[in-house]
């Protein structure tokens, strides 16, 4: 199982420190997320090696208007593993679900963000995974944590009526927040979700790895095909 969490350049945790933490949580790798404008620098195979979990890189486009995300997206695709976007607006949520370079609509309840049939139906058309945000009800209180439970709870069902992607998060943005899988488990079945949803969830990180880095290799044509002796 993996968790994505954001590193930022001048952030209070460093990369390697995510990942020991992560590491001792129990995670098998974890997603070094950092934002497309100020991304932090980090050799993913040394840190792998020092702490024995597979570190992944990653990039998250944070901005409210189609065209500097459109622009983001061309830019970051091919040199990045896991590509995500930060949602919060309606505009955003659409744009990402609506583009199939993208892998993951990362927090789409944050902010005035929202979903309904239409995003959820054009993810799973687009094989955009929804990110399960466990973060606002990790470290929010009072009236803040009930609505992030609503909205859970509505992203849940809208999940299992349409059939479509979705990972599990806690969106930790130093290595204090970071919750072991079977925290965020625990937590997901108090919510209402299935004990072999959220650990699907936790496994499809892993899932975007794969597949992204079987797509980056040489060997790679297209899908279901790969180059062998004869094109060498």
Do not use: C
């Not at 209070?12 to 420190?17: I, L, S, Y």
């Not at 934002?35 to 980090?42: C, G, K, S």
């Not at 583009?99 to 979903?115: E, F, I, K, Y």
């Not at 049939?117 to 993810?123: C, D, E, F, S």
């Amino acid at each position: 199982m993996y968790d994505a969490v954001q590193v930022a350049a001048d952030g209070r945790t460093t990369p390697a420190r995510f990942a020991a933490t992560a590491a001792d949580a129990g995670f098998d790798g974890v997603v070094l997320a950092t934002r497309h404008d100020d991304q932090a620098e980090f050799d993913p195979q040394t840190i792998r090696e020092a702490y024995g979990i597979d570190v992944v890189d990653g990039v998250e486009i944070v901005t409210t208007e189609k065209g500097p995300a459109s622009a983001a997206i061309s830019n970051l695709r091919r040199d990045t593993t896991v590509l995500l976007v930060r949602g919060g607006t309606p505009t955003i949520n659409r744009y990402a679900v609506e583009s199939p370079a993208v892998d993951v609509l990362r927090a789409p309840l944050a902010d005035d963000g929202d979903v309904n049939h239409v995003i959820v139906k054009a993810a799973a058309r687009n094989d955009v995974r929804l990110e399960v945000n466990f973060g606002p009800v990790l470290r929010a209180s009072g009236g803040e944590r009930v609505q992030a439970l609503r909205g859970l709870r509505k992203l849940r069902e809208l999940l299992e009526h349409f059939d479509a992607p979705f990972v599990v998060s806690a969106d930790a943005t130093t290595h204090l927040q970071v919750r072991a899988p079977r925290e965020l488990v625990a937590l997901g079945e108090r919510i209402g979700f299935d004990r072999k949803q959220l650990r699907a969830g936790l496994a499809e990180w892993g899932s975007i790895v794969t597949t992204n880095r079987d797509r980056r290799s040489e060997e790679y044509v297209a899908e279901g095909v790969r180059r062998g002796r004869d094109e060498e």
